[in-house]
């Protein structure tokens, strides 16, 4: 009996997208006094169910506004579902959005403590792995520069080198990553790849049916925040081809 | 709660983190650094002895020191809730990104302004000896005054932090309430007079004034006024159940604003 690692119950996740954005305190009196503060209600998930097991790969298909990257950041535990709940084991690495917690006035090597400690790391741990980091990321020389001088691939090469020091349960990867020169995107796609082997449990956005296929075992199509499909990656496969027709 | 407690402690050298990078950022690229957490206050107490001292005639030996004691705390207090206020706003980026135990950023505000008040009050300390005001015993009450003084502002920090992320306006209108709450310390004035007068209640109903009231008369070697410490503490421990308690209810809601 495989372990379950995720599991989503129900999960729905509401926005409101207010026409215009009521923040100061005299709109709102105002609007509310008239009637007007209407809100758009939008649910950008909703009712999604599935788990997935111990070295599971989902890959998570679907066009644009499907609700794909709401999906992740809910797992992750960036949005509270408005509904549902997400019960999760193990330490996630989250590898959204790279760099989230960077400060531009900070050094690389102040930042690497900063953002692991963002990531829920230890001083310890980051102490034992620092080096490790400033090598994986090739930026020895610039290490005690500040950030606001890097270059945007130099930015993402630490934030990727940070994020990926861990051994997790849970990889969770938005598109393609494109960190980097193609020299560092090799590198880094072996990392991933040792991950892999690793059996971790892995979401992974993608609008590559082709690549999904490569990486993944199992699937599922997003559709106006519901499930369409979800399965085999073969079976889904099938019925996102057909979706695209 | 357990649970709560366990998160607490995964994310305390997180909290370290950003305290730290509070403290750094502040004076870093000025060439005095964190002596300006020393100097500053010496200054400005220099001016306000000059106008509220000379110029209107107050020449009370010890009134620097006054002056100094009231506008350390008052400043901690204004900075520390004017950051948490802003906290949540200013870390938009990564609360979008990243999950992380929101009250992190209002306490890691309002404690890194402490750590720097702490800084300033040895000025106080050695302005206190030039012009021989010398610790007695009841010096020790600066202790309870100074934890109160961060209760209350991590109280009222929390509050505003909450409004600040649903009315922007919570900026200005806190900036102009700061200034009352200013001119009803006696920062810079004696309250004798004002207590005398049928006013005296704008000074007692004011918790700022009551801690720093209470601080002073530790550093000047007189006993405390119970009265006043008692309703301050009562004032702080309700400011920080009420924070905590519309911080709690409305987190989830703040990445939707922001």
Redesign the interface.
Not at chain 1, 76 to 80: D, L, P
Not at chain 2, 166 to 170: H, V
């Given at each position: 009996m495989a372990k379950e690692i995720i599991r989503a119950d129900h999960v729905g996740m509401k926005?409101?997208l207010s026409k215009e954005k009521v923040?100061?305190?005299?709109e709102?009196v105002i609007k509310s006094l008239k009637r007007q503060l209407e809100y758009n209600e939008f649910w950008a998930l909703k009712d999604i169910s599935f788990t997935l097991e111990k070295g599971d790969r989902l890959g998570i298909l679907g066009l644009n506004g499907a609700g794909k990257s709401t999906l992740l950041k809910v797992i992750?535990?960036?949005?509270?579902p408005t509904e549902g709940k997400v019960y999760k084991k193990g330490k996630i690495a989250?590898l959204?959005?790279l760099g989230?917690?960077f400060?531009m006035?900070?050094t690389g090597a102040?930042n690497i403590?900063?953002y692991g400690?963002?990531?829920?790391?230890?001083?310890k741990f980051i102490d034992e792995k620092f080096d490790e980091i400033v090598a994986f990321s090739e930026l020895n020389k610039f290490i005690d520069v500040p950030l606001k001088n890097y270059s945007s691939g130099m930015k993402s090469r630490l934030g990727f080198s940070i994020a990926t020091v861990v051994a997790p349960e849970i990889l969770i990867l938005d598109e393609v990553l494109s960190v980097g020169d193609a020299k560092f995107r090799k590198k880094s796609e072996g990392k991933i790849m040792s991950m892999f082997d690793k059996g971790v449990t892995v979401l992974f956005v993608s609008h590559s049916l082709e690549q999904v296929c490569r990486l993944c075992n199992k699937a599922v199509i997003l559709d106006h925040g519901k499930i369409k499909a979800f399965g085999a990656i073969e079976e889904v496969a099938d019925v996102y081809r057909k979706m695209l027709e | 709660m357990r649970e709560r407690m366990k998160n607490f402690f995964?994310?305390r050298?997180?909290l370290?983190?950003?305290v730290k990078?509070g403290i750094?950022?502040k004076y870093?690229r000025s060439y005095l650094g964190i002596l300006w957490s020393l100097l500053e206050p010496l200054l400005t107490t220099a001016v306000l002895t000059i106008v509220f001292g000379t110029l209107f005639g107050n020449d009370d030996a010890t009134f620097p020191v006054y002056i100094l004691s009231g506008r350390l705390l008052y400043t901690f207090f204004s900075q520390g809730t004017t950051g948490a206020l802003k906290s949540i706003r200013a870390n938009a980026?990564?609360?979008?990104?990243?999950?992380?135990p929101k009250y992190l950023y209002p306490l890691s505000s309002v404690l890194f302004n402490y750590i720097i008040f702490l800084i300033s009050l040895a000025v106080l300390i050695v302005l206190a000896m030039v012009f021989r005001v010398f610790p007695t015993l009841y010096i020790l009450w600066t202790i309870p005054c100074l934890a109160l003084l961060l209760l209350l502002s991590y109280g009222v920090g929390m509050i505003l932090a909450t409004i600040g992320v649903?009315?922007?306006?919570?900026e200005y209108l806190w900036n102009v309430l700061l200034m009352l709450v200013m001119y009803t310390c006696a920062i810079f004035y004696y309250p004798e007079k004002l207590l005398k007068s049928g006013y005296g209640w704008i000074l007692k109903w004011n918790p700022l004034y009551c801690i720093i009231a209470n601080f002073r008369h530790a550093v000047f070697g007189e006993p405390v006024h119970l009265k006043m410490f008692l309703y301050a503490a009562a004032f702080s421990i309700g400011s920080l159940v009420l924070g905590l308690i519309v911080f709690y209810r409305k987190q989830?809601e703040f990445?939707?604003?922001i």
């Open positions: 926005f409101n923040d100061s305190l005299k709102y992750a535990g960036v949005f509270k989250p959204l959005e989230a917690g400060d006035q900070y102040e403590y900063l400690a963002v990531l829920g790391y230890s001083k | 995964r994310y050298f997180l370290g983190e950003l990078k750094k950022l870093r980026s990564m609360i979008k990104k990243v999950y992380v649903f009315f922007r306006d919570m989830d990445i939707l604003q």
